[in-house]
Structures are given as structure tokens and as C-alpha cells.
């Protein structure tokens, strides 16, 4: 093979050279001006896209959160509003009594009575509406066994209800019977 010599004159060398050098400070142009800006721009935007996502997934855990109260809300509004409905319209001393001894007469008590002991209001700022009665429900004759069904079925069927004591003494001339004095106290809405 025969070798080829190029031989480049002083003026061709010279271009030679500033076109290189000019290569040279076109890519550091290029990189320091132009590439650099961009991925300093993209580097910010990735950063403002991760901070956004965990603001979304944050988002995301709170409307569910919102969404379960909701719910919640709902449930308890629902709630108190059967509630507030259980509460005739009234003085509780006129239409408990009548409820009290209808209900013992459905369950073959006969002859059951209530008397009011005395009213306080609650002193729990949510129940500031509200106001506690406390009864005597007398039952002057019943066996231990339907006694006993009909407690759990005042209590299940009077939600705002609840017995405080019991005070049950046999009968001498029966004793299969039993005298009852029921305490209970109610939870009723201030009219």
C-alpha cells in the first residue's frame, strides 16, 4: 500500500485550528447555555412533580377520610332524628305513664304504673337540648319470668330508657309472684 502524505499549507493549518477551536466553543456554548438551563428546568420539574403527587396521594387519603365522615355524619343525624321522634310532643308526666302501662299490658302485666321522681337537664354541652326524667315504674304483681322478658323488652323497645335499679320482693299470700319498683331514667328532648 502506498501511503498518501497530505501536505497542508500555513493557511489551511490556521482553518484547521479555528474551525476546531470554534467546534470547541460551540459545544461548550452548547452544554453551558442551552443543555444546561434544561436540565436544570427539567431537574425543578421533576422535583415539582413528585411534590405534587404526594400532595394528590395526600388528597387522595383525606377525601376518603371526608367520605367516612360523611357517612358517619349521616348515620348519626339519622340517628338522632329517630331519636328526637321517640319524644312525643308533650309534658313527659302526661303520655310516659299511658306508654309505660300499655307496654306492660302487652306483655301480661297488668295493673303497672309510673310516676315521675324528677327532671334534670344534661350537663354535657352536646346534650344541653336534652333533659333526663327519672321514673318509678311500679309493678305490683308478676312472675320472676315474665318479668324478666318484659325488663328486656322495655329496654330494647325504649332506646332512650334505662333501668337504674331493681327492687323485687315476693308476695306472702302468693309467692310464685313478686312486687317490682322499677328506677329508671329517660332522655327526652326539651320542648
Known amino acids: 500500500m502506498k501511503q498518501v502524505q497530505i501536505k497542508l499549507s500555513k493557511d489551511q493549518i490556521q482553518k484547521l485550528l479555528l474551525s476546531g477551536m470554534g467546534f470547541v466553543v460551540l459545544l461548550y456554548v452548547y452544554f453551558s447555555f442551552f443543555l444546561g438551563p434544561l436540565n436544570t428546568s427539567r431537574d425543578s420539574m421533576l422535583a415539582q412533580i413528585e411534590d405534587v403527587q404526594g400532595k394528590i396521594a395526600g388528597s387522595k387519603s383525606e377525601l376518603t377520610k371526608t367520605a367516612n365522615l360523611e357517612k358517619q355524619a349521616l348515620a348519626a343525624t339519622t340517628r338522632f332524628a329517630a331519636l328526637k321522634a321517640l319524644s312525643p310532643e308533650g309534658a313527659p308526666i302526661a303520655w310516659f305513664p299511658p306508654r309505660i302501662r300499655a307496654f306492660f299490658a302487652s306483655q301480661e ?40 322478658k318484659a325488663i328486656a323488652g322495655l329496654e330494647n323497645a325504649e332506646p332512650l330508657l334505662s333501668i337504674n335499679r331493681i327492687n323485687i320482693k315476693a308476695l306472702p299470700e302468693d309467692p310464685q309472684f313478686q312486687q317490682i319498683l322499677l328506677n329508671a331514667t329517660t332522655a327526652m328532648v326539651k320542648r
Do not use: H
Open 109 to 148: 302485666i297488668d295493673k303497672a304504673s309510673a310516676r315521675m321522681e324528677g327532671n334534670t337537664p344534661f350537663k354535657e354541652k352536646d346534650l344541653e337540648g336534652w333533659t333526663r326524667y327519672n321514673w318509678v315504674i311500679d309493678v305490683p304483681q308478676a312472675d320472676f319470668s315474665t318479668l324478666g
